[in-house]
Structures are given as C-alpha cells and as structure tokens.
C-alpha cells in the first residue's frame, strides 16, 4: 500500500523533502513506517524519542495501523518546547509519551492521574467498556479546563488524554499530566482537571457485563 509522509523543520532538511510518497506492506503501523523510513534516512533515527505522530491531521500512537491513502506527518517539538497534548485516541495511550510532554526544567513536580477500566461497577461485574464522545466540542471543552487551570494556579504544563472505543478490563482509559514547580498546586489542579472531564467534557460509557449493556449516566450537562 502507499501512504503519504510529511516532513516539518529539521526532519525535512534531513530528508530533503516535506512529502514523500511510501510504499509499506498492507496492514504497517507507523513504528513500522517509521523504521522503513531509517533504512532509508538514518539520521531520522536520533530524533525518535521527542516526535509526536498525526495520522490525517489527528494526533496517533506509534502502533496505529496505517491504510492505504493515508497521510502521516511526523511532529519535531515546537519553537519553544512541547505543547502538552489534547488528545481523543482509539489506541492505546502512552503514558511516557504524555508524561514527558508535561516535563519542564523549571517544574519540580510531576502528578499524573491514570484512570483505569475496573471490573466491577455498582455490583455488576464488568468485562469491558465502550467511549464515545463530541470529539470537536470535547476537545474545545478539555482547552477550556486547561485555560482554566492556567488561570486558577498560572500553570502551563498540562495533558489530558482520553481514549475512545472498546477497552478490555484494565486498560488506562484517561490519562492527565500537570508539572508545576511545587507538588501542592501539581497535586490540586490534576484533581480540578479530573473532575472537570467527568463534569462537561461530553464523552460517554457503556459499561458491558455478564447481565447486559449499559449506558453510564452521570450529571446532566451543564448550561451556558
């Protein structure tokens, strides 16, 4: 299959070109483009660790399968540093990735929240879970809680990550970063940023069990 690339900043200076048209065997994810791509550029190779990944034009994991058509763009970090990211995804997260994207010389503390599919619920047992969301107004929602922080406790490093689709028992579906230079403020604005995803970001839960499917309801939205 034949997929489109696209080069950014000092990656395409090392390529010599800003797109580049890629032939891969059917069913590749982008680790695997990315590694065909070294063969062939080897000083790719010593940027991998600080890329970010857009799968036409959203933001993707190392492992997501790749269709004929697509177009990938490989991400150099930003002038001035790493934007924490935003993010809807139907692979699994990484927390590394989301981790460091939050670090800072100037932070001294790092507090993450991983939230997690548990088996049980309400005293139903519980094999798997099922999101879906607003993606366009969650994302706008998940700024807002971030501009939000920024204004509450003059914070810039934050990420909030959710996963969408199927997820098996134990799977990480949401993930939030915060850096601060002290772990008080780190601490209270990860908890304001978790609370304030299950209180308006729209994205929804089927819980999925041994006595049926169930839609999860929480409070109703909140008005202008």
Known sequence: MRVAVRFFARLREEVGAARQEWELSPGSTVRELWQSLCAAFPPLA??????GIALNAEYASWETPLQEGDEVAFLPPVSGGKTPPLALLREPIEVGQVVASVAAPDCG??????GTVRNHSQGRRVRALEYEAYPEMALREMERIRQE???RWGLERVAIVHRLGHLEVGEVSVVIAVAAPH???AFEACRY???RLKESV?????????EGEVWVEGPR???P
């Not at 010593?46 to 890329?51: F, H, I, P, T």
């Not at 729209?202 to 041994?210: D, F, L, V």
């Open 193 to 195: 940023a978790i609370e």
């Open 46 to 51: 010593a940027y991998e660790e600080r890329l």
């Open 221 to 223: 939205p909140p008005s």
């Open 149 to 151: 922080i920024r204004q």
């Open 202 to 210: 729209p994205i929804w839960k089927k819980e999925m069990g041994e």
């Open 109 to 114: 503390a790092v507090v993450v929240f991983l």
């Open 183 to 185: 772990r008080a403020e």
